[in-house]
C-alpha cells in the first residue's frame, strides 16, 4: 500500500495533498476489509468514518487536541492512522488490541469507548478541565444518530449548551443504528438532512459567502429559511449549539474544509454530517444491519463464512419462545433497547407488530417504560444485554423491585462475551440483581430450561420480577421444542449423586462442569454436581443436603466472584453453621479484556480442566 506503508501517526499525513488524502483512505478500507475478512469486527461502522478519521487527524493537532469516539466501534481507522496498523490484525484478539478505543493503549485514545452515548459528556468534561488548566486544546466528540437516541447524549448537550464550552459534536448520521434507527430525534435527521429546499439554499449561501464568516443579513436570511421550513428552529440551537450541516461526511474535500474553518469557531458546535455505513464495499451498504459486525468473509464475494449455522444460540429459543407465549397470553409485550436483532425479537416484532417495542439505545428508559407497561396491566419480557442493563440499575431497584411490579428481564450475554472485550463481559448482573428485593434470579443450565423458566415466569407462582440470565452464542445442541414444563421457584436440581466434594454451578457453565465431572469420576473421585437453577431464592434444602455429605463445596459461576453464587453459598454456610469449605471458581476482581470464551474462561480460572484440577485437589485433600 503506497501511502499507508508511509503513515504510522497522525503527523504523517499532514504534508499530503488532497489526491493523497483521498487515496489513503482507498487504503485504508482496502486494509480494513482485508483484516476484518480474517478477523471479525465492527465493520461497517468503521468503513463510514474512513474519511472523516483522516479529516480530524488532518486538521486537528492530536493527540493534543482531543478525540472522543462514542462507542468508539467506528474509531478503526483511527486506531489504523494512530500507531496500530499492524496491531490492527490482531484486533479484538486475545492480547491483542481492543476493538474500541482505550485509553491505557494509545495516548490518541482520549477517551475509552464500548457503551453508546458517552462521548459529549466525556469531551466537555475534557473540555472544561483543560479551561481550568489554562491549556489551550481543541475537544471532539464523535456521535452517531444511533448513539444519539440514548438520553446520556441529551444530558451532555443541555450542560454542554449551558457552560457554553468549547467543544465540536460530530454528528455522524448514517441513518441506521445496530438495526433500523428509531425514535422523533431520528425523524428530525431525516427532515433536516433531506429538505431539499433548506438545503439548497443553504449550500448556495454557503459557496458564495465563502463559508462560515457569513455576514449579519445572510445570517438572519438564514435563520428565517429554517425557522419557516422547521417551525421551532433547530433542536441543538435551542440546546445551545451553533449547527453546522448537512454536509457529505464521505466527501473528503467537503470535510476537511469545513472542519478547517469550524475550528476557528468558539464555543459549543455541532458538525452534522451524513456518512453511508460500509462505504465502499458493496455488500457492507447493501445490507448495513448484517454488517455491523458480519464475521469471517470472503473479500472477494462478500461471503459470510458462518460458524454452524444450524445450532441454535440463547438468544434464538428467547426469540422463539416469547412468540409462543404472547400467542397464549395477550397481556404479554416485548421491550428492546436497539438490540431486536441482537437479542432476536425481531420475530416477535414482525408476529406481534404492536407489541413490540424497540424504543431506542435507552436501557433506563426501556426498564421504567416496561414497568409502566407492568404498572397498568401488561407483562413485559424487557430483554437488555448484561452489560448494557448496567446503565438502569436505579430503574430496576426505583422503578420496578420497590413497586413489586412484574417485569420479565431476560438477560442476554451474562456472562465472558468475548472478544467485545472488558466493557461487554455480563459480569456483574448476578451479583447486581442479587443484591436487589423483590427479583427472583435465574440462570437456565441449557436452551430447555431457558425456555422452561420464560414460560414458567409468566405464571403467578413466579412472583414479582424476575432475571432470567443466558449466555451469548451456541445452545447445548438438545431437542428443545417440546412443551412447556414447570419449573418450581427456588429449586436447584441434583445433576449428579456423589460424596466428599460437590460442584454446585448455576447457569450453562454447569455444562463445562458436567465434563469436568466425567473426567473427575474416571479418574477415581465421586463428586455430586447441583445444578442451583436459582441465585434467589436461594435452595435452602439442596445446601443442606450438601453439607451434609461433604466437606468441600466449588462453586462455579461465569460471573465476578464478588457478590453472586460464591457469596450467596459462604453466607449460607455460615449462617446455618456448617463448617464446609467453599471454594470459589469465577471471575476475579478485575476486568477480562478481550479474547475468545474459551481463552478468557481459561484465564479467569474455570474452564472444563480448571475445575477438574480443583476436584481432584479437593479429593486428595482428604
Ligand atoms: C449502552 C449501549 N447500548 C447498546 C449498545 C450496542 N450498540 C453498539 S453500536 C450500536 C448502534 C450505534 O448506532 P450509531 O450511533 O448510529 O452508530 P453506527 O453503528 O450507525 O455508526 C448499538 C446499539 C452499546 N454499545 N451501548
Given amino acids: 500500500m503506497e501511502l499507508l506503508d508511509k503513515v504510522n501517526i497522525p503527523k504523517d499525513i499532514k504534508s499530503f495533498s488532497y489526491i493523497q488524502l483521498e487515496q489513503l483512505c482507498a487504503e485504508i478500507r482496502e486494509y480494513m ?52 496498523k499492524e496491531a490492527f490484525v490482531n484486533n479484538r484478539k486475545y492480547k491483542g488490541i481492543s476493538g474500541f478505543p482505550k485509553m491505557a493503549e494509545s495516548e490518541y ?58 467543544i465540536l459534536v460530530i454528528l455522524n448520521d448514517n441513518q441506521i443504528s445496530i438495526d433500523h434507527n428509531v425514535g422523533a430525534m431520528h425523524n428530525y435527521l431525516v427532515r433536516i438532512s433531506t429538505s431539499y429546499t433548506y438545503n439548497k439554499v443553504k449550500s448556495k449561501v454557503w459557496d458564495c459567502v465563502g463559508g462560515y464568516k457569513i455576514g449579519r443579513f445572510i445570517q438572519k436570511f438564514m435563520r428565517s429559511a429554517k425557522q419557516a421550513l422547521f417551525k421551532n428552529g433547530s433542536i441543538f ?37 451524513r456518512t453511508v455505513k460500509g462505504k465502499g464495499y458493496k455488500p457492507a451498504e447493501e445490507n448495513q444491519s448484517v454488517w455491523h459486525a458480519p464475521g469471517k468473509f470472503n473479500v472477494e464475494t462478500g461471503e459470510r463464512i458462518l460458524k454452524n449455522p444450524n445450532i441454535y444460540r440463547y438468544q434464538d429459543i428467547f426469540g422463539e419462545t416469547i412468540v409462543e407465549l404472547a400467542k397464549e397470553n395477550e397481556k404479554i409485550v416485548a421491550v428492546t433497547p436497539a438490540m431486536a436483532s441482537g437479542c432476536s425479537m425481531t420475530k416477535m416484532m414482525e408476529v406481534f ?35 448494557f442493563m448496567q446503565r438502569a440499575y436505579d430503574n430496576i431497584i426505583h422503578d420496578v423491585a420497590i413497586q413489586k411490579l412484574k417485569v420479565i428481564f431476560c438477560i442476554d450475554r ?28 435465574a440462570a437456565p443450565l441449557n436452551e430447555i430450561e431457558l425456555r422452561n423458566m420464560l414460560y414458567s415466569a409468566t405464571l403467578q407462582q413466579w412472583n414479582g420480577a ?82 451434609k455429605k461433604c466437606s468441600t463445596i466449588i462453586t462455579v459461576e461465569d460471573g465476578t466472584l464478588l457478590g453472586g453464587l460464591n457469596s450467596a453459598v459462604s453466607e449460607w454456610v455460615a449462617a446455618n453453621n456448617y463448617s464446609v469449605k467453599v471454594v470459589p471458581l469465577g471471575i476475579p476482581d478485575k476486568f477480562v479484556d478481550q479474547g475468545t470464551v474459551d481463552e478468557l474462561i481459561s484465564e479467569c480460572g474455570y474452564n472444563v480442566q480448571e475445575i477438574f484440577d480443583n476436584i481432584v485437589k479437593e479429593y486428595r485433600r482428604k
Avoid at 476489509?33 to 479529516?55: F, Q, W
Avoid at 456472562?415 to 434470579?441: C, K, M, W
Avoid at 447457569?507 to 434467589?536: D, Q, W, Y
Fill in 466 to 547: 424476575v432475571a432470567i440470565r443466558y449466555p451469548r452464542g451456541n445452545c447445548e445442541g438438545l431437542d428443545w421444542q417440546k412443551p412447556f414444563e414447570y419449573i418450581p421457584v427456588g429449586k436447584a436440581q441434583i445433576l449428579v449423586e456423589g460424596e466428599n466434594v460437590a460442584v454446585v454451578s448455576l447457569g450453562t457453565i454447569g455444562n463445562r462442569v458436567s465434563k469436568a465431572i466425567v473426567k473427575a469420576k474416571e479418574a477415581g473421585c465421586n463428586p455430586m454436581h447441583v445444578n442451583m437453577r436459582f441465585l434467589k431464592p436461594l435452595d435452602s434444602d439442596a445446601l443442606e443436603n450438601v453439607c
Fill in 237 to 273: 440551537q435551542a440546546l445551545g449549539f451553533r449547527y453546522f450541516g448537512s454536509i457529505d461526511g464521505n466527501n473528503l474535500n467537503e470535510l476537511v474544509t469545513t472542519l478547517s474553518k469550524i475550528k476557528e469557531i468558539k464555543g459549543p458546535k455541532l458538525l452534522h454530517i
Fill in 353 to 387: 407488530p404492536h407489541r413490540s417495542f424497540d424504543v431506542g439505545i435507552a436501557e433506563q428508559h426501556a426498564v421504567t417504560f416496561s414497568a409502566g407497561m407492568a404498572a397498568n396491566g401488561m407483562l413485559p419480557f424487557c430483554n437488555i444485554y448484561s452489560t
Fill in 33 to 84: 476489509i482485508d483484516c476484518c475478512a480474517k478477523n471479525p469486527g465492527h465493520l461497517g461502522a468503521s468503513l463510514g468514518t474512513v474519511e472523516l478519521a483522516v479529516a480530524l487527524h488532518y486538521i486537528y493537532d492530536t493527540p493534543k487536541d482531543k478525540l472522543v469516539w462514542d462507542v468508539g466501534h467506528q474509531a478503526y481507522a483511527h486506531k489504523i492512522l494512530t500507531g496500530r
Fill in 109 to 166: 485514545d482520549s477517551f475509552g469507548g464500548g457503551h453508546t452515548s458517552v462521548s459529549i459528556s466525556a469531551a466537555l468534561g475534557i473540555a472544561e478541565a483543560a479551561k481550568i488548566k489554562g491549556e489551550s486544546i481543541k475537544t471532539i466528540a464523535v456521535i452517531g444518530d444511533g448513539a444519539l437516541s440514548g438520553g446520556l447524549a441529551y444530558e451532555g448537550l443541555n450542560n454542554a449548551g449551558a457552560l457554553k464550552s468549547d
Fill in 414 to 441: 451474562g456472562g465472558i462475551v468475548g472478544e467485545d472485550g472488558a466493557t461487554h463481559q455480563g459480569a456483574f448482573d448476578l451479583s447486581y440483581f442479587r443484591l436487589v428485593p423483590n427479583i427472583t434470579v
